[in-house]
C-alpha cells in the first residue's frame, strides 16, 4: 500500500506539554457546553419545519455507537452503515435514499464541509472518522432543501456537528474489548491569555470480527484556541488525523452458501486503504441588539489511497479486478452572514439576512488497475479544479403570535476545470442554479405548531463528467452531463408537545430530483440516471416520564420511484430504503448507574430497477451500562448486536466472477453486520 506521509509530529508532541498547564474550572462563565439535565431542548418557536431538530452532547454522549459516523443516527430516520474496512467512508441511507457515501447529505463539522466533491470513489464522499466524541457540543440537523443556507448535496438532509470551545471538565477514556478494539483519548481545556485553549488526542486500534482483521489504525488530534462565547468571540482550530486498514469488501452470497468461504471471510485479501485529514479554521462572531455577524474560513487537504475488489476476476482472468482510487486535494473555503434585526413595522419582529459562501477545490485523483496494490496501468488520471460561490437572501418575520415565516433565495455558480491524460476528457464547464425556499409556521396553539415547506436544492456532479466525452474504459463516446441537477421539495408537518413530557413530529414530504445523475467511481465514468420522485411520511417522538428515564421512537417510510415511465428496466431505485426504525431507552442518573438500549430497524430495499431482488430487513440491538464509582471515575460496557444476528450491513446485486468460475454470476454481494461484541471503558474527569 502506498504510504501517505505522516502527520507533521509537532502537533502532537505539544499536546502532553500544554496538558500540564493547567484545567478547566467547572463555574467558569464562558463554557460553551451546555448539558441539558431535564427533557430535550424544545423545538416550538424555534425549528421551522418537523424535520429539523438539535441533540445535546450529553445526549449523544449516551447513546452507544459502534464508529463515529453512527452519531448521526441521533437524526430521526438516517441509517448509517458500513460496506467495507473501517477506515472508509460509511454508506447513509435517508428518506428514500441510497446517499452512497454521502451525496445528498450535506455534513458539517465546526463549520467546514465534510462532503468533497469529485472524489475518486464517489461524489459527496464523506469521511467522518476524524470525529472526537467527547468535543461534540451539539448536531443540528434538517431535512428537504427548505433552507436558502444550506447548498451542495442538502437535498435529503443536512447534518451539523458543533464541537465545545472548552469543557467543564478534562476527560481521559481507555476502552478495550473484542476483536482487537482498543482506545485511549484525553480532552482538556485551559486558561491562557483571555482565552482558552482545548485540547483533544486519540489512538484507536481495531480489527473487527473478520479473519484478516481490519488492523484499523487511526491517530487523531485537534488544538483550538478561542476566546469570548460562542456568539460573541472568535477561534482558530487546527486538526490532524490520519488512519491505514484491511479491507473486508462485500462477498458474493452463492460462495457462503455453497461453503467456499465463511461470513467473516474475504476475496482479495489485498484490498485496504489509508487515509490523512489536516485542517486549520477559524471562527469570528459579533453580536447585538440590533445585528448580527459571523465570519468562518477553513483550509483542509485530504489524502486517500484507496484498494477495491469488487468484481474479482471477471475483467481480469489473470490479475484480478482490483484497482486503486488515490484521491488527494486542497480545499480551501469561507463563509460569512451578517443579520439585521428589525423590531419596528407591523410585524412583531423581522431579520433579514445575507450570506456569501465560496469553496475552491485543488484535486489530483485517478482510477487504477492494481494486482496486490501494484499498479498495472492507468485507466485514467485528472487535475480538478472545481470553484463555486453563491449569495444568499433570506427573511424571518413573526407577523402575529400565532404566524411567522421564514424566506429566501439562494444563487450558487460553479466553474469545472478538468486537465485529464485523455485531451477528449479535458475541458472547462460552468453551471449556475438560483433555488427559492418559503416555510410558513402556524401556531403554537395548546403547544402545537404547523409546517408547511416549500423550496428547490441541488446537487454538484462530478466534474469529470461535465467535460467527458469518452468513456475511459472502452473509448466510446459518452455525451457529458450537467454540473448541476436541480430537487425540488414540499412538506407539511407537525410539531406537538401537547402531552406531558412528550415530543412529537410528524411530516408528510415530497421530494422530486431532475436526474439521478452521479459519477461511477469503480468504472471511471459519468451515468445520467433517470429523474425521480420520492414521497414518505416521518414519525418521531422523545418521551421523559422520568427525570432519569427517557424513550425515543422513531418510524420512517418513503416510496421512491423514477419518474421516466419509458423505461422498460423498471422503475424502482436500487438500494433506495423503504422503512427504517428505531426505538431506545436511556437512563441517566439513577444513582450512580445510567444506561441505554437501542433497537434498530433497517426496511428492505430494492436491488434491481424491476425490484426482481431484495434485501431482506434486519434488525440490531445494542446497549450500554454504566456505573459511576466516584465524582471522577465512571465505568461502562457496551455491547453491539446483543442478539447476535446473522444478517447483513449492506447488500448489492450485480456480475461478479470468481477464480474457478467459467462464467459470470449474477448474484447478492453482502457484508455482514459485526457479531456480537463488548467493549468496557474507564472515563475520569479531573
Known sequence: MPQLRPIPRILFLLFPIMLCHGQARAD???IQRVLVEGARASGLGVADGAGQGSVSGRELELRTVYRPGEILEATPGLVVSQHSGEGKANQFYLRGFNLDHGTDLATFIDGMPVNQRSHAHGQGWTDLNFLIPELVGRLDYGKGPYSARQGDFASAGSASITYVNRLPANVATLSGGQNGYARAAIVTSTDVGDGSVLMAIEGLHNDGPFTRGDNYRKRNGVL??????????????????????????????????????????????TDGGAAERLSLSGAWRRTGADSSSKLSAYLIRNRLALFSNFSYFLNDPVNGDQFAQPDRRVTSGLTAAHTWHLHEGPWQTSDWTVGVVAQNDNIINALQATRAQQVLSTVRADHIVESSAALYV??????????????????????????????????????????????????PWKSTELYLNMGNGFHSNDARGTVT???????????????????????????????????????????????????????????????????????????????????????????????????????????????????????????????????????PRPLTEDNSVRSASSSTLNGRIGYKVNARTRVELEGFNLANRTTSAIDYYYTSQLAGETTPRDDVHFHPIESRSFRVSVIHNW
Open 28 to 30: 467558569d462563565p464562558v
Open 224 to 269: 483550538r484556541y478561542s476566546e469570548g462565547y460562542a456568539n460573541n468571540g472568535w477561534s482558530v482550530t487546527a486538526m490532524a488525523y490520519r488512519a491505514d486498514w484491511n479491507a473486508t469488501d462485500q462477498i458474493p452470497r452463492r460462495a457462503v452458501e455453497d461453503g467456499s468461504i465463511g461470513r467473516f471471510d474475504g476475496i482479495d485479501g
Open 394 to 443: 433570506e427573511n424571518a418575520t413573526r407577523w402575529t403570535d400565532m404566524f411567522r415565516t421564514v424566506a429566501g433565495v439562494r444563487a450558487d455558480r460553479y466553474r469545472f476545470s478538468v486537465g485529464s491524460t485523455l485531451a477528449a476528457n479535458s475541458g472547462t464547464a460552468t453551471a449556475g442554479i438560483a433555488n427559492p425556499s418559503l416555510n410558513l409556521i402556524f401556531g
Open 469 to 603: 466525452t469518452v468513456d475511459p474504459a472502452t473509448g466510446d463516446a459518452l455525451a457529458p452531463v450537467p454540473g448541476l441537477v436541480r430537487s425540488k421539495g414540499l412538506e407539511l408537518g407537525l410539531r406537538t408537545e401537547a402531552l406531558p413530557n412528550m415530543q412529537t413530529a410528524l411530516s408528510v414530504y415530497r421530494l422530486d430530483f431532475a436526474s439521478e445523475l452521479r459519477y461511477v467511481g469503480d468504472a471511471g465514468s459519468t451515468e445520467a440516471g433517470r429523474p425521480s420522485r420520492r414521497y414518505g411520511i416521518e414519525f418521531s417522538n422523545y418521551y421523559k416520564p422520568f427525570k432519569w428515564l427517557s424513550i425515543d421512537l422513531d418510524a420512517a417510510y418513503a416510496h421512491t420511484r423514477s419518474r421516466d415511465q419509458l423505461a422498460l428496466a423498471g422503475n424502482y431505485l436500487e438500494g433506495a430504503v423503504e422503512g427504517v426504525g428505531q426505538l431506545a431507552l436511556t437512563v441517566d442518573k439513577l444513582g450512580p448507574w445510567s444506561g441505554a438500549l437501542r433497537l434498530r430497524y433497517f426496511g
